[in-house]
């Protein structure tokens, strides 16, 4: 299996959590960008594209399932993951009906997202 | 008697089954309760331990939870023993309080429900972190000053609770009884599913109670014919059971032992639960699995998340311990 | 510090511990409430037996034990009865829960020559009736394999979507919001379709595609083979088929056909039939293309009429799947049930096909004729003619004809029929209210309607439990919806042409499917008691769950009711829904002496709107020593938010002027002014059991009960805000349509919602106290603007018009 570098985007109002994201998944090699502003980063979505988006469901500005519209409305190719607060059936359902690519409910261990991650690179690679 | 009415009506068919139904299914829901605590705690500890990512949400809901289930087991406690539950809730008022104050308001600070750090402990840099390391000490304990820890309230909850679960030997239609070394077991069963059962001495095997048969079988208990020695002692032991679960009390002054477990098979609902009441010193028969809390009446101990394989064995080798030649 | 640890003043201990217990029952009783209802969603995706089916039964039956106790604490053993039937309960569920499962290696592929394709648990109905056929008829019926209902297990376990499939399906409404529900559905197809298909499987079913090769020039047709319990029911055309499909086009067609299993219809076809999930997974069958030049259907009785004695062909020209779709309209030949048949042509065909000879007819005649006889029973068998003239056999299963019964002639009548004419589906005689319904309207229609539609398309599967009889203007006899019509035994007539617009809507017809004639007005004595007992006959052995009576299912509805009783209680849903109704009765027995000190504390809460509250506060916390307290005096979070939408200006309460009339003798103001609506009148107080994060609101008015239960504080562990409402003054379809406007209201507001005709049961939980603040606010509006919506609720269309209204905030509707 070939393997390609992911251009992965986080965002979260939180900096505590961009900044323990950003090392663990850069371990691997992949090149994540954080946000802790959901504008810039759709800003920045519109200039560049990204393989996987990682964002948090509550934000205040923007939330994760606005974030989530945008991102598959611009690009169909992109996998998106929620992070959620408190994991509700509700949240869950809206963001895989409205075509998440899965969610994970915080706490998590950076291993755990590294996982869905991979996942939704096989995906891509298909 | 106090406000609360524990005791059925005499006439009341079936009076005395639903009140050992009750008391079983109530003390397993203060057990539950107990453990919910200290999965609260563990998982608050995994957290520390393997940079998790977490927020003071995480922190807020996890005392808010302890709070809840410690509210819960208070009144568990009172309604098996009404009498003296006051102190019960004065306790879990006070530790609210605190907690409310120190932790869970929004403007409290992330060190303000840190206790002066007493020995060389240092706390983490982080605010969440220092947070939730800060609050699971306050439930654990012990703290500096004589301050109430959760965990003294749960201990109290203990000792408050655990002399009504004398008795109920009467009621029992099963005998179970044999000579080991010197010592002579007699163990009176109260089937709780209630079904018709034949009365008089049983067979091990027909209990139909996954736990109790473990027991019986480490205690090396081939038949009921089948006795060693002569017996100097006995030892009188009453066991309430069902399909997985069990509790088993032993009744002499001298060996006053409350066991309560599950062998289902199913790690998560799998547990033992162990209290010994001075002078008995639990770690002289309880496996090492075991972790062991002091009260003031006792010792308490408890056993979860096993694979089935190793609570088995675990309840094996009390068999052998508690019922075989000891 | 020093000061807490003195016992504060007021702490009365009796006091407290009914106050916990009250808590604890309150707690417990939302709690059994969530286990209930994520049992019944689980009982739809776990077998019986399963862990995950008995654990949260041993559960509840604990919790509800409990219960029953602290109910017996607040009410000092008035309900002990409960125990017994409590214990009933629970011998009655060890029953049904004891047998261990039997697990075994499943194949994921299995050739339809080897044993295990007679199967039809393993390979489905379609591919087990195919593999029987081809053990008879070897030559005439092609080879092919069938990817396993084991298989489609295992893509769906390893692709993660057995849990997002459960997820995404609990609890939803299928008739509220299409659009909703159809993302959801396409969501779900989505993920199959992208999902990656396991490594064995892909090999296996290479392998013996690849086998086979040599018989499949034209490619492969796939087909759809699913499942279920009771094989009467056939998901005739729910799912779809792919034909032609080159060998390296496969592995799509299988995720394609497995996707088609989440199709709106098929969705609502399962929820609506009561099939459960984990009775219906998919088995998906590959066979050669036969390059047709005729195909279609032939019966080896006459469905329409089976003293008969004859078959029916249906023919049409190329592939069949047009006509099996509905699309065609093929030829119809008769023949008589007979080893060499001789097709006999019917007069309304007037010269012999081109496309197939009388001999082919014949011989397929002979085939099918051979069939029934070796099997036993009736069949319809697809079949095609190849370009070179071999007769294939492509299909075969049993036909259920009409019963002897339902055929008896009605007694002629002088009255002359408004329609007669069209095509019988299913013979039999209905009566019934017309619904129409056209294109994607999707509704549901009440229970007994005649169904009237243009075409019968089989989306309008989901609709036929609860017809008496369809009519159609078009559609073929031959078409997946007639197939479904047989299985239900709807009395039904196709093409009746322009003649279905003098039906009109509302009106009582009276249908002889068997004579095809309509009649206005009700025609047979005891015809509707009838239809409407076979629908309940129908949908009971649809939902004959065994847990169901036992666990889930609510008997005791009505509180008021005689019946409403510790030994009216017949499963554990009553037993949780009786001594939570008695619970809180029991706070409020003011005359009982022990109670002297509920008196004490009871105060009044003074507003400005026409409904009496009765206030218990819980912890002392509100103590101003004041009897009469206003809403500002409260400090009661989940009170103060409440009481913000219950009392927002914006909205309408028309007795307000009432109060007005406070001066008035109390007597004299509901004889005259006729009081507050509903059975609680004036002098009943609404009640009000507060604490500082807690609330705990029972209202009666305008004849339907409400209850807010909720607990808010900083933290959102133990949040929740539990919400029930029930009942109402309007007729039941009024009421229930309230319901589901409620309903979709507090979906929308991401609360879980439980609704059972006119029972709403809504939670919203561990959600943090600014969300459960603007819930509550949510609750209290609408409350008040449900308050007398069932009068309002003219039509189906209002749940959606209303709920619109009120999610933006126009209020105004609801005066």
Redesign the interface.
Known sequence: MEERKLNIMVIDD?N??GK??KPALEKSGDIVETFEDAKKALERFNEKPFDIVVTDIRMDEVDGIEVLEHVLAHSDKTKVIIIT?YATVEVAREALAKGAFDFIA?????NDLRVVIERAAKQLKN | M?????R??KG???REL?EA??QF??F??LLENTRAIMNLVEDGRE?LR??????R??V??????V??RA??LV?DA??LA?EG??AL??LYD?LK?FA?ERF???EAKEQSGCFTPSDTKTLPE?P?LRLLSCALDWVTGPLPDGEPSMMDLVRLVFDHTIACLRGGSAMAKKRLEWNRGDTRHVIDVVDL??GDVKEGPVSGYDLGCRPLGTMIAGAGWEGPRRQEGEAKTTKNWIAFTDKDQLSLRGTDDDNRLYLEATLSG?TD?DFAFFFAEDPLDPKSFLPEAFHVEKTVLGAMAWNYDLPGQDMEYSLSQLGARLLGGM | MEQ??K?PLD?D??F???Y??LR?LM?RNVHALQLLSDLEADLNHFPLLD?RIK?PVERLL?ET??MI??L??LA??QY?EL??VL?QIRRKT?LILREPPALAQKPLVAALDEEQSLDPALVGGKASGVASLRRLFPEVVPAGFTVTTAAYNMFLQENGLVERIRLMLKDLDTTKDRDRFSSITESIRNMIRTGHTPKALEEELLGHAERLAAAAPSGWAVRSSATSEDSRFSFAGQFDTSLGIPTDGLIAAYRQIVASRFSDRAVIYRINCGFREVDTPMAVLFMPMIDAAAAGVIYTTDPKDPEAERMVINACAGLGDDMVKGIKQGDTFYMERHQSPVPARPATVEKDPDYISSDTLSEIGTLAYQATTAFGFDMDIEWAVDRQGKVWLLQGRRLYPATQEGIKEARSRQELPLIEGGVTIFPGRAEGQVVCRRGEELYPIPKGSVLVVDQPTPELSSLLPNAAALLASGGSPVGHLATLIREFSIPSIFQLGNAVKRLQEGKVVSVNATKRRIYAGSRWPGMKERVLSRLASAEKSQKDDPLNDIVLALHLTDPFSSSFKPRGCRSIHDVIRFTHEMSVRQMFQFGDEHNHLWKQKTRRLKTKLPMKFKLLDLEGTLNSGKRDLAPADLDSIPFNAFWKGFSDPALHWPERWKSEFAGLPTDFREQVLGGFEGPRRSKDANYLLLARDYLNFNARFAYHYTMVDAFV??????NYVHFRFHGGGGSKEKRQRRARFVEWVLREKHFGVDRRGDLITAWLR?Y?QKDSEEALEMLGRLMVCARQLDMLMRSESSVKVFAQDFLNNKFQAFS
């Open positions: 939180e505590i959590v323990r994201l607060g915080k706490p998590f261990k950076p | 106090g406000p609360i009415i524990g059925l009506k009341f068919r079936g639903t139904r009750l299914a109530r397993r829901k957290k393997e940079e998790y990512i977490f927020d949400h995480y807020t809901s996890l005392l808010d939870g709070l809840e509210g819960m009144f009172v309604v009404p539950g006051e809730y004065l006070r309080a409310v869970i308001k929004e982080e969440e599913e209630g199913h609902a | 807490d640890r016992k702490f201990y009796a407290r511990l009914r916990e217990t604890a707690n862990y654990r604990g034990l409990l106790q602290e017996n604490l000092r053993n002990t125990y017994d214990d060890s504080g900083p933290g959102d562990e133990n561990r943090p």
